[in-house]
Nanobody, 121 residues
Framework: QVQTVESGGGSVQAGGSLRLSCAAS????????MSWYRQAPGKEREFVSV???????NYADSVKGRFTISQNNAKNTVYLQMNSLKPEETAMYYC???????????????WGRGTQVTVSS
């Protein structure tokens, strides 16, 4: 069973830091693009960051210079280091796995259930 599981959310004061983790499992012979999104109450889900299977990264303008995405050696776990957090970044943070590869199975993207980040002022 393929799945994507986030962890590491919590509560922090403005200016603080959190590190989120996201692990993909159940795929065979795959490499991954893995991305983070967030959704605040009453708002649409928005892109935060992505790390592509070749290691290249991209960030939303709002988090550039404060957030860093990285991956483990096996490239099935990604981390999102979030520094200088702001109250308006309070949201549920979701991870998405997009599998790639000629022999990859299954070729189905999965979303995690999310991890809550609360930033107090």
């Amino acid at each position: 069973q393929v799945q994507t599981v986030e962890s590491g959310g919590g509560s922090v004061q403005a200016g603080g830091s959190l590190r989120l983790s996201c692990a993909a499992s159940g795929y065979l012979y795959c490499i991954y693009d893995m991305s983070w999104y967030r959704q605040a109450p009453g708002k649409e889900r928005e892109f935060v960051s992505v790390i592509v299977s070749d290691g290249s990264t991209n960030y939303a303008d709002s988090v550039k210079g404060r957030f860093t995405i990285s991956q483990n050696n096996a490239k099935n776990t990604v981390y999102l280091q979030m520094n200088s957090l702001k109250p308006e970044e309070t949201a549920m943070y979701y991870c998405k796995t997009d599998p790639r590869g000629s022999y990859c199975h299954p070729r189905a993207s999965t979303w995690g259930r999310g991890t809550q980040v609360t930033v107090s002022s």
